[in-house]
């Protein structure tokens, strides 16, 4: 758990003081302890993601609402593959929140809340232009704060990081009946890098200049067509939409992690 929690920490959490928000919508600290008890499902608390000074480093967009699974999982596959291919930013991570599917960006540098927003909504608005009924809850309400996977969600799912080749499994129920391992959760952030500084700078500008927000930018960023299928699930940073369960078995084993069943067996 404490290597879980370190991995969280480097990604989506600040160096300062966290805070998240009580039953009663008050902040409190988070404490180490805190953590734990949300990531063992004895008690879920929404993390604050933008600090008392404003800032924000973790940026995550919910794909669920209106509409199938299948239509939700196919625009997250876009914004993902448009993340690292058009924008040239590292890999996301991918999770299952129990009722819809999310993408965690993490940034190494705090930036200001408003412009954290601007970029989550600059992604939706280029890449996803005709797909206004995709995401639950606008962009700018995940800036500021989220229940970190893994998690035990109200609804009884569970809520954790998958492996990208992983999200079609999960289109018709995106949640998990049981806790999953914290070996697996760790294995599926490790190797994941956060957004530098002059990345998300570059990023944002093309973005801005997509949008016709700023006279000159780097290079325009066209909108992101349909990329061919990979069906290899060791392919570096490349967001999968098909998997064989022999992809994703020979993945998790490279990675010293051993499957488990997502549902309970009658």
């Given at each position: 758990m404490h290597k879980l929690i370190s991995?969280?920490?480097?990604?989506?959490?600040?160096?300062?003081?966290?805070?998240?928000?009580?039953a009663q919508g008050g902040a409190q600290p988070l404490m180490p302890a805190v953590l734990a008890r949300h990531l063992s499902g004895e008690q879920t608390v929404a993390v604050q993601l933008v600090s008392?000074?404003?800032?924000?480093?973790?940026?995550?967009?919910e794909f669920g609402g209106k509409g199938g699974g299948e239509a939700h999982w196919s625009a997250l596959c876009t914004i993902a593959n448009a993340v690292q291919h058009e924008l040239d930013l590292p890999a996301p991570a991918v999770s299952i929140s129990g009722t819809a599917f999310q993408l965690w960006l993490s940034l190494a540098t705090p930036v200001p809340a408003a412009q954290a927003r601007q970029f989550a909504q600059l992604l939706r608005s280029t890449f996803l232009p005709a797909s206004t009924d995709i995401l639950a809850v606008a962009p700018p309400a995940y800036v500021e704060q989220a229940a970190l996977p893994p998690c035990l969600?109200?609804?009884?799912?569970?809520?954790?990081?998958?492996?990208?080749?992983?999200?079609?499994?999960?289109?018709?129920?995106p949640g998990l009946d049981m806790?999953?391992?914290?070996?697996?959760?760790?294995?599926?952030?490790?190797?994941?890098?956060?957004?530098?500084?002059?990345?998300?700078?570059?990023?944002?500008?093309?973005?801005?200049?997509?949008a016709g927000l700023v006279d000159a930018v780097p290079a325009p960023v066209p909108v992101a067509a349909a990329l061919p299928s990979v069906t290899s699930a060791t392919a570096s940073g490349l967001l999968l939409q098909d998997a064989t369960l022999e992809d994703i078995v020979r993945w998790l084993h490279a990675r010293h992690i051993e499957p488990t069943f997502r549902h309970r067996l009658p």
């Open positions: 991995a969280l920490t480097r990604l989506y959490l600040f160096e300062e003081q966290q805070q998240y928000v009580d008392e000074r404003g800032l924000a480093r973790a940026l995550v967009l969600q109200p609804s009884g799912k569970w809520a954790a990081f998958i492996h990208p080749s992983m999200g079609a499994a999960f289109v018709d129920e806790p999953p391992p914290p070996a697996a959760q760790l294995g599926f952030l490790e190797s994941l890098r956060s957004i530098n500084p002059a990345q998300f700078a570059q990023a944002l500008a093309k973005l801005q200049g997509h």
